[in-house]
């Protein structure tokens, strides 16, 4: 299943007014926190897509590869206790390991 495969997180995200009510420097520095974050579990960012120009929900979707699921469940609690993500960012995501499907329909 996941055995010595990186995790793979898709994520959508829209910030909330919240996040705009913090002051330039305030937004700064969890911007900061949350990329140093990243660093320190060894997150590899494949892809951002900024969709806020053509989509009302989501403002962002991402792609993101875990090093273990381990690191992602650090992850999970930093944006819960540390973050506190929830107040800022609506966020939907999706976990999965990547696959070949380079024979996908071939005899």
């Known amino acids: ?40 579990l060894g997150m590899k960012l494949m892809t951002m897509i900024d969709c806020s120009w053509s989509n009302e929900e989501w403002d962002v979707i991402g792609v993101e590869e875990w090093p273990t699921i381990e690191a992602l469940e650090k992850r999970v609690k930093f944006e819960k206790e540390e973050l506190g993500l929830f107040r800022y960012v609506e966020k939907k995501t999706h976990l999965g390991t990547l696959e070949s499907f380079a024979e996908y329909g071939k005899e």
């Open 1 to 40: 299943m996941t055995k010595n495969k990186p995790i793979i997180r898709v994520f959508f995200g829209k910030m909330k007014e919240a996040f705009y009510n913090l002051s330039e420097e305030e937004q700064f520095e969890f911007m900061r926190k949350d990329r140093e974050n990243w660093e320190e």
